[in-house]
């Protein structure tokens, strides 16, 4: 039996703009198991980040706020504890990495000297000892020459050796759970591999959970163990990734599902890409949110907006095109 690590329960986040209400995360439930990948999937403005911020309680308020649902770590409520107990878990049981490298890393300071940083903040160790820490931390996430490394600035090392550093900071206390915000995006190809190779054996060595935040199916593919589908704040499919792969129900996941390029050749490599876009989030119908871009659309679909059903065991979809297991 797998031992749950954290568990999204029904969670809402929303933001009060001028416009109006943007339920950016609406009821969202799902768990990461220990020593998971999960994958969250979708087109951008899905509510990706948004969940992941919700998890770190990094949600700017306002306009944004946590209206309802939990959010349950190693058997506690995390939204219901003090910002003092939230720091203490933010950066030591959970780590985060995003996107741009440069805009987390301070420009003014050695990485070593962040890296240091983030440890003698969460571990009671010297100075000395924290810059120990910090070498073997930027030799284990593949830097070469990592005692010299340990005095350079941000901007004199490439964008791949940035992202590693930020790696190394996030794992330098050992979190329970990482969470990765498209930490690739902005690499090219031969060193988003490397990054990703990285991300894979750190798991494997710290038995790490990874919540792997990425508009890229075949990083999916290749990293995680269970995906969740996101469509406009809510999850539409989920499951066991390779169940998930081989048999898409949802007609938005197969439709993503069409725009990965083929290396077989077999969609031309040509990029399918959905026709039509997301509702305006201010506005949203009453009904399917799928429903103006779906070739299965029917009369039955305006009736509401249908509930996430068991499939199989581990594999739940949200469309009315399928019954629920018995
Ligand atoms: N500070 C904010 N103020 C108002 N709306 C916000 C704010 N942050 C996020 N949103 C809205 O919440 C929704 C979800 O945004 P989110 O950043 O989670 O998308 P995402 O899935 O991460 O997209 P991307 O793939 O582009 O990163 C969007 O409609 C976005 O406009
Ligand atoms: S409920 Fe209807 S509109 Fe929505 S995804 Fe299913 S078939 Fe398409
Ligand atoms: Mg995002």
Do not use: W
């Not at 799902?30 to 899905?46: L, Y």
């Not at 996430?308 to 095109?321: F, G, P, Q, S, T």
Request: a negative charge; proline letters at 5%.
């Amino acid at each position: 039996m797998k031992k749950t690590l954290v568990e999204f329960k029904n969670l809402k986040t929303y933001f009060y703009t001028e416009e109006g209400v943007v339920k950016a995360v609406d009821d969202v439930s799902f768990k990461i198991n220990q020593g998971e990948t999960i994958g969250i999937v979708g087109e951008s403005g899905c509510g990706k980040s948004v969940t992941a911020m919700s998890l770190m309680r990094l949600i700017p308020n306002p306009p944004g706020k946590i209206v309802g649902g939990d959010i349950i770590f190693e058997n506690e409520s995390l939204l219901s504890l003090s910002e003092e107990k939230m720091r203490e878990i933010r950066g030591n049981k959970i780590s985060v990495i995003f996107q741009e490298p440069m805009t987390s890393l301070n420009p003014v300071y050695t990485v070593g000297y962040q890296i240091s940083e983030a440890i003698i903040l969460h571990q009671k160790l010297s100075k000395a000892e924290a810059r120990n820490k910090a070498i073997e931390m930027i030799k284990l996430v593949g830097i070469p020459r990592s005692e010299e490394i340990v005095d350079a600035y941000p901007h004199e090392l490439s964008g791949g050796m940035r992202q590693r550093i930020m790696i190394a900071m996030a794992l330098s206390c050992n979190p329970k759970l990482l969470v990765a915000d498209e930490p690739t995006t902005a690499l090219d190809v031969t060193i988003q591999a490397q990054i990703l190779d990285l991300m894979r054996s750190l798991k494997e060595e710290f038995n790490t959970s990874i919540m792997l935040i990425t508009h890229d199916l075949g990083v999916v593919a290749e990293m995680c163990d269970h995906v969740v589908v996101m469509y406009a704040g809510k999850i539409v499919e989920e499951g066991e990734v390779k169940e998930l792969f081989k048999n898409p129900l949802h007609p938005y996941t197969k439709g993503l599902l069409n725009s990965k390029p083929s290396l077989t050749g077999k969609n031309n490599n040509k990029l399918y890409s959905i026709p039509g876009q997301v509702p305006n989030p201010v506005n949203m119908p009453n009904h399917c949110y799928f429903y103006d871009r779906c070739e299965y659309a029917s009369e039955e679909c305006k009736k509401g907006i249908p509930n996430l059903k068991n499939i199989k065991e581990d594999h739940r979809v949200a469309c009315i095109l399928y019954k629920e297991e018995q």
